[in-house]
């Protein structure tokens, strides 16, 4: 409750005829807004359900997140939340993660496409050659990978090589392979 507390005043000091007040106010409404965000972090690593409902949201908090976030990356005690925490900071401009990010991007790795998405979106072009190689390793049979990473490469404005093109045209049925080429 020390927080609700602390939040309530202030902002009933931003609304003060004296000057000193609301500066004071302002203050205290930083330090409330860096607390909040560390309950956000926290909230963050515990979340077992659905952690990236929170990656979401959390970048409305803006630079407050970033150190935290970073601290959550570099102590996370599973691959998940790293990668996690990794896409999270690179949506929010921090690029800590990428090294991460470009390990998990390769055929087999459960994380594939959560890692090719977020290079993407961020426009990292060092995603490109372990994208390229993960279409060439991975499951034609396996079409929610196939088009993650075909989506990547069109985010990253990336031309598909020709080698990737001729594995893409065995895949079946024809409306599908038309949608991985296009």
Request: net charge negative.
């Amino acid at each position: 409750m020390e927080l609700s507390w602390r939040l309530k005043n202030a902002l009933i000091d931003l609304e003060s005829p004296d000057l000193e007040s609301r500066i004071r106010a302002v203050e205290d409404l930083a330090a409330c807004s860096s607390a909040i965000a560390e309950h956000v972090a926290a909230a963050f690593e515990r979340e077992e359900e659905a952690p990236h409902l929170i990656t979401e949201r959390m970048g409305r908090f803006g630079s407050l997140m970033i150190a935290l976030m970073e601290r959550v990356y570099r102590e996370a005690g599973d691959e998940k939340r790293k990668l996690l925490s990794a896409a999270a900071l690179l949506y929010m401009g921090s690029d800590v993660g990428v090294p991460s990010l470009l390990a998990a991007t390769r055929a087999g790795s459960p994380d594939l496409c959560l890692a090719a998405a977020a290079l993407s979106s961020a426009g990292v072009s060092e995603a490109v050659e372990p994208i390229e190689n993960a279409l060439l390793e991975c499951e034609l049979s396996d079409v929610k990978t196939l088009e993650c990473l075909t989506a990547s490469l069109r985010g990253l404005k990336h031309a598909m090589p020709e080698t990737i093109r001729l594995r893409l045209s065995k895949v079946e049925p024809k409306w599908l392979r038309d949608s991985l080429l296009s």
